[in-house]
């Protein structure tokens, strides 16, 4: 599949679920970026702005199989992955899968759950399988999480630990409509909820043409050198304890390959990267104490080095101009 059938299939996946959440294209672009790159989103926001409704319309857009488990205190990991059962009348033990075992998989509240919870999705984010009682089950495919999170209430939560984290291959907030579009909001429920009569649009089967279509997308070396030295760079700022690891590396260059292939393009740029790095990044980077006093947050770090980071292509004469004017505008 190339890339203008690729543009086709995000638009019109987009399209539709824009019929549910409204004004958050960019947001749902992103999601379907993770799609395509066989990765897992970890929507972070407060209640109430739809990241439990974008899970379930982005399922029903490409007709994939949907479970969600609602992660609570007393949630065990046999509740997500499932159990073996001994059977009687063939005197064997049978595999029931939990709900983990679809296509895709809403982790609503993950930071609700205990840590040994938590970490029975350890295996099956990053390896597509879960193993009980000694036996591997393959997961289908494709298998994507999308996990949703409060960042706000933190009474009885459990935050999700580095080695969580960084299996995410984004974190995304929706953030609240605006003023129009939650006027648009009310007249579209008037009657029923617009979920209830969303459609498949794309086949699973065209999704998982397009996982490798995106996989020929050129990346130029001067944009994967871009990459890395951005993630190193998170290693060595002085407000950052713990940067990002080569697995962000890695999120980045298939990212900026989904993305420029959303675009209709064959080739990636360094805007690629500097539109993706804060979603990919952010979350894989632990900011020092000191820094956090002061209101840093890892966010802000992505963006101070994409101010400082020399941009491939760029006019260096131009770079050191604009780098100037940042120095003095925050003196």
């Not at 989904?258 to 064959?266: L, P, Q, S, V």
């Not at 947050?297 to 101009?321: H, I, K």
Request: proline share 6%; hydrophobic share 40%; net charge negative.
């Amino acid at each position: 599949m190339d890339s203008d059938h690729i543009r086709h299939l995000v638009q019109t996946t987009t399209d539709n679920v824009e019929r549910v959440i409204i004004g958050k294209r960019r947001e749902v672009e992103l999601v379907l970026v993770a799609l395509l790159c066989r990765g897992h989103v970890l929507i972070e926001d407060v209640p109430g702005v739809g990241k439990t409704v974008l899970t379930k319309a982005v399922a029903r857009s490409i007709g994939s199989t949907f479970k969600r488990i609602q992660f609570t205190p007393d949630l065990l990991p046999s509740d997500v992955t499932g159990v073996n059962v001994f059977n009687q009348q063939r005197s064997t033990f049978e595999f029931r899968p939990g709900p983990i075992v679809a296509q895709m998989v809403l982790a609503d509240e993950i930071n609700r759950a205990t840590p040994k919870t938590q970490a029975a999705l350890l295996e099956a984010m990053e390896e597509a399988q879960i193993t009980i009682d000694g036996v591997t089950h393959p997961l289908p495919h494709p298998f994507v999480v999308l996990a949703t999170e409060n960042p706000i209430d933190y009474e009885g939560t459990f935050p999700l630990p580095e080695a969580q984290l960084d299996r995410f291959l984004l974190r995304i907030s929706l953030g609240y409509p605006g003023r129009q579009g939650e006027l648009e909001m009310l007249d579209r429920q008037h009657l029923r909820h617009p979920l209830e009569t969303l459609t498949q649009v794309v086949s699973v089967q065209e999704l998982i043409q397009a996982q490798e279509g995106i996989k020929a997308i050129h990346v130029a070396l001067s944009v994967r050198e871009y990459i890395v030295t951005l993630v190193e760079a998170t290693r060595h700022h002085d407000d950052v304890f713990l940067g990002a690891s080569p697995r962000g590396s890695l999120a980045m260059f298939n990212a900026v390959r989904a993305w420029a292939g959303i675009r209709g393009r064959e080739f990636v740029t360094p805007d690629d990267v500097k539109h993706l790095a804060e979603p990919t990044l952010a979350h894989r980077i632990i900011v020092n104490p000191a820094a956090r006093m002061r209101g840093v947050d890892s966010r802000q770090v992505v963006r101070d080095l994409l101010s400082t980071l020399p941009v491939p292509g760029a006019n260096p004469a131009e770079q050191d101009s604009r780098q100037s004017q940042r120095q003095l505008a925050r003196t």
